[in-house]
């Protein structure tokens, strides 16, 4: 079964950290551009953060950026975000997507219903609360 699957999520106190994954089952994420995505209660999906195939480029949304660090180890087939210093406003389902079509990647997290998820995993929820 083609898939992905996100772990890593839980509760956390503010300021705190996780790191979450996206492993790949039924096929190779070497060729596919990653995106980790979330979705908090009535408000719309943003993209977080997003890394090319090659590893070369990296996207992060301001609202993460200097916090968040994506990375990937094809070895493993896995895509990880590491995620420090977290606020309650982190607070969201967090979702990794999977992408085979070459495009830059904050257009990727930007407007990824534009191009079209080849892959979304079911999610992870992380919840930031003392």
């Known amino acids: 079964q083609l898939q992905l699957v996100e772990s890593g999520g839980g509760l956390v106190q503010p300021g705190g950290s996780l790191r979450l994954s996206c492993a790949a089952s039924?096929?190779?994420?070497?060729?596919?551009?990653i995106g980790w995505f979330r979705q908090a209660p009535g408000k719309e999906q943003e993209g977080v953060s997003c890394?090319?195939?090659?590893?070369?480029?990296?996207y992060y949304s301001d609202s993460v950026k200097g916090r968040f660090t994506i990375s990937r180890d094809n070895a493993k087939n896995t895509v990880y975000l590491q995620m420090n210093s977290l606020k309650p406003e982190d607070t969201a389902v967090y979702y990794c997507?999977?992408?085979?079509?070459?495009?830059?990647?904050?257009?990727?997290?930007?407007?990824?219903?534009?191009?079209?998820?080849?892959?979304w995993g079911k999610g992870t929820l992380v919840t930031v609360s003392s």
């Open positions: 997507a999977a992408m085979l079509r070459g495009a830059a990647v904050q257009a990727m997290c930007v407007i990824p219903n534009y191009y079209g998820m080849d892959y």
């Open positions: 039924g096929f190779t994420l070497d060729y596919y551009a």
């Open positions: 890394i090319s195939s090659s590893d070369s480029s990296t």
